[in-house]
């Protein structure tokens, strides 16, 4: 089974700052990576797929990369509304795998 | 509106079985795979099965195989998952959850608000 990596599990940041995320991969999986973000009391939302895509009505501050096995989701000039727990999630073999999240906090 | 409710959760003894329900409305049900998902308190997220969109297509994590069986009723837009021998650690958030696959890359675009279970004594 592939592990995914996610780190920090915790960050401090405040509005207007840029804060990056990162995921590894037990092993290659390619681009098939998926950044999500949670709410409490809400359904978890797609930001970015395939490593780098931006899901559509998703603002472009989000943006992911990738170099290797590793993945970094960032956030450019956080906004309030973008505190919440963020999870990345490999689709390259079942059983699919998430990191174990990271909260954004202030 | 596009959605996923789900339903069926509740509070239930170790060894008893449970049926959860998730209704989709707002696309074309019978086209997507569908997955379920669980957040057990304090955990991570934990992928439990698919189902590709005409159904004929299964898979299950590997600790899961034998209690959890996941069906669907595309006349009905419906997805379930039927979970049978029920155990404390089986206690967390039921997501269900539709995957997008387009031309070969495979993700999770909607999810639920998900049911809870809660396995006690």
């Known amino acids: 089974d592939i592990q995914m990596t996610q780190s920090p599990s915790s960050l401090s940041a405040s509005v207007g700052d840029r804060v990056t995320i990162t995921c590894r991969a037990s092993?290659?999986?390619?681009?098939?990576l998926s950044w999500y973000q949670h709410k409490p009391g809400k359904a978890p939302k797609l930001l970015i797929y395939?490593?780098?895509n931006l899901q559509s009505g998703v603002p472009s501050r989000f943006s992911g990369s990738r170099s290797g096995t590793d993945f970094t989701l960032t956030i450019n000039s956080l906004q309030p509304e973008d505190f919440a727990t963020y999870f990345c999630?490999?689709?390259?073999?079942?059983?699919?795998?998430f990191g174990q999240g990271t909260k954004l906090e202030i | 509106q596009v959605q996923l409710v789900a339903s069926g959760g509740g509070l239930v003894k170790p060894g008893e079985s449970l049926r959860l329900s998730c209704a989709a409305s707002?696309?074309?049900?019978?086209?997507?795979?569908m997955s379920w998902i669980r957040q057990a308190p304090g955990r991570g997220l934990e992928w439990l099965s698919y189902?590709?969109?005409?159904?004929?297509?299964?898979s299950y994590a590997g600790s899961e195989e034998g209690r959890f069986t996941i069906s669907r009723d595309n006349a009905k837009n419906s997805l379930f998952l039927q979970v049978n021998s029920l155990r404390v650690e089986d206690t967390a958030l039921y997501y269900c959850?539709?995957?997008?696959?387009?031309?070969?890359?495979?993700?999770?675009?909607?999810w639920g608000q998900g049911t809870l279970v809660t396995v006690s004594s």
């Open positions: 189902i590709s969109a005409t159904g004929n297509t299964i």
């Open positions: 959850v539709r995957e997008r696959r387009a031309t070969g890359i495979y993700y999770f675009d909607l």
């Open positions: 092993q290659s999986i390619a681009i098939y």
């Open positions: 707002g696309f074309t049900f019978s086209d997507y795979y």
């Open positions: 999630q490999q689709s390259y073999s079942t059983p699919y795998s």
């Open positions: 395939a490593a780098s």
